[in-house]
């Protein structure tokens, strides 16, 4: 081959990467947005664990989606504000382990996009309000920032808080 037939040769291999990069990139950011709508679409129908699921599913197409971990933290909130209007002394560890969790999701989602900081904090100082205090929690001191695992659906661990170690 001539040296300019080389050359646009694999310049038409790099432009074709590129063209199916982009047109990969595309595809996934449309799935994206589907999944973002079906995410609050279940939230909406309270149907907590499958809006996680959804919401679990953006992070396998882009795992530096900073508004899927928006989403996850509010669908623990809304879980955790749901089993709180219920309330026994049996699941209020369960349902403020479930909030802390919460926190853990909005932390994740301000570290991966900055630019999110002030809505996410926002949101945080709404929810830290649902924590339960110190007086509230008939539990050892010594669970206290300690990694906890939540049964059920959850499925997950979290560092336990109190509302007065996180105001």
């Not at 699921?53 to 928006?70: E, G, H, M, Q, V």
């Not at 209020?92 to 909030?99: K, N, P």
């Not at 649902?130 to 300690?146: A, Q, R, S, V």
Request: net charge neutral.
């Amino acid at each position: 081959m001539k040296r300019e037939s080389k050359l646009m040769y694999y310049l038409s291999i790099a432009i074709l990467i590129f063209c199916f990069t982009v047109n990969a990139q595309e595809k996934d950011s449309l799935k994206v947005v589907s999944l973002v709508k079906q995410t609050m679409e279940l939230l909406e129908k309270k149907e907590y664990e499958k809006s996680r699921d959804t919401a679990d599913r953006i992070l396998k197409i882009d795992n530096s989606c900073s508004l899927a971990y928006i989403l996850l933290g509010n669908i623990y909130a809304k879980y955790a504000w749901e089993c709180s209007t219920n309330i026994s002394e049996f699941n209020v560890m369960e349902w403020s382990l479930i909030y802390c969790l919460s926190f853990d999701m909005f932390e994740k989602a301000k570290q991966l996009d900055v630019s999110r900081t002030k809505n996410v904090d926002n949101t945080i100082r709404i929810y830290l309000n649902y924590l339960p205090t110190e007086e509230e929690l008939f539990i050892p001191n010594d669970l206290h920032g300690k990694e906890l695992r939540i049964d059920g659906w959850v499925d997950r661990k979290t560092k336990f808080r109190r509302r007065s170690e996180t105001e």
